[in-house]
């Protein structure tokens, strides 16, 4: 008997509006995917689409609908149930990914072990996540500093005209490490004027200053040599890290725009074949969504997990940040549970 598969639209409420670059919203609406096996072993996975990349919850329904009949008949054929996946449908990252976690998740519970032991990771060795403050009034982005508390690095979004003054009201608010991503907000004169006001503000690292079609652009943001430049929007999927070598100095892996687990392996293991870091991030996602990406988070470099922990309504309970630090579950498969 084949696969079943049921999905199930989750509205995700964030503690703040957040707002990024290109706008922001308060509700989140994600796909919680069940397939069911033969024994009621159930696997878990969600799909968390972003409209910047194309995608909605309806659209996970829609493609879900045309990915169903490319289920495997074996959950332990992984590699070829993704490959069929992204042969049906080339795009729509978040509704692939979605199935992906799912199989992962019911070959663990099959197996009885946790899908990082599956991968041989030792969960020691992920990193900490940091916190992202959105965009907001300097009064709002001090009270944000203050509900981060228990986390010791911030991401800080910028890309507006009053990007000094933010990076200023978060500063006088925090010593903590900051990290910077302008989601592509920049122009080439406005990223390089403001790589010192960056290391000023003692910023670790910025993300995506340029728009992705400026693969030029960004590289000459990076020869600067002011500061590490890590690109996100220009980095979707392994095929994407060749020509990015020597231009930037690292990617941010996300399920959502990547569109399976076996791929973000895929890309951890490219960029470490260039010399790049890696980096893990999220969308506004459950605590089912976050923990997918958190079982490989002993591979990379640097963590952006916080999307659960911007939410309000969280129906799930998996990896935790405890003070920061990303805790893998120990419970077989991706160890996620209804709250
Ligand atoms: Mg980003």
Avoid at 106 to 114: E, H, S, Y
Avoid at 123 to 128: D, L, N, Q
Avoid at 200 to 219: N, S
Avoid at 256 to 278: Q, Y
Wanted: hydrophobic residues 45%; proline residues 7%.
């Amino acid at each position: 008997m084949p696969l079943k598969l049921s999905a199930e639209v989750i509205t995700l409420k964030t503690k703040h509006p957040f707002v990024i670059a290109r706008g922001g919203d308060e509700d989140y609406r994600v796909v919680w995917v069940r397939l069911t096996d033969r024994d009621g072993v159930e696997g878990w996975g969600e799909a968390d689409p972003s409209r910047y990349y194309g995608e909605t919850a309806d659209t996970v329904l829609t493609v879900l609908k045309r990915l169903e009949p490319h289920l495997p008949r074996d959950p332990f054929d992984l590699e070829g149930a993704e490959a069929a996946f992204a042969h049906a449908v080339p795009q729509n990252g978040a509704a692939r990914a979605a199935l992906s976690a799912a199989l992962h998740d019911l070959v663990g519970k099959r197996l009885n072990q946790p899908v990082w032991r599956l991968w041989g990771l030792d969960p020691a060795r992920a990193p900490r996540s940091s916190f992202t403050i959105g965009l907001d009034t300097p009064e709002k982005m001090r009270q944000k500093v203050a509900e981060a508390s228990a986390f010791p690095i911030l991401k800080i979004k910028l890309g507006t005209d009053r990007d000094e003054q933010i990076l200023r009201t978060i500063r006088d608010a925090t010593d903590k490490p900051i990290r910077v991503d302008a989601n592509a907000g920049w122009t080439r004169e406005r990223a390089i004027a403001m790589l010192p006001v960056l290391k000023e503000y003692g910023v670790e690292f910025v993300e995506q200053p340029l728009p992705p079609e400026d693969l030029e652009g960004i590289a000459a943001v990076r020869r600067k040599g002011v500061l590490p430049v890590v690109v996100d929007e220009s980095c979707i999927v392994a095929t994407d890290i060749p020509r990015l070598a020597g231009a930037v100095d690292g990617i941010n892996i996300k399920l959502a725009k990547c569109g399976s687990l076996r791929e973000a392996l895929r890309m951890v293991a490219t960029a470490r074949a260039h010399g790049m870091l890696v980096m893990v991030g999220c969308m506004i996602e459950s605590s089912l969504g976050i923990t997918a990406a958190a079982h490989f988070t002993p591979l990379v470099d640097a963590a952006d997990l916080d999307g659960a922990a911007l939410t309000a309504n969280d129906p799930f309970v998996g990896a935790t940040i405890d003070g920061g630090q990303i805790r893998l579950p120990r419970e077989p498969g991706l160890g996620v549970r209804r709250r």
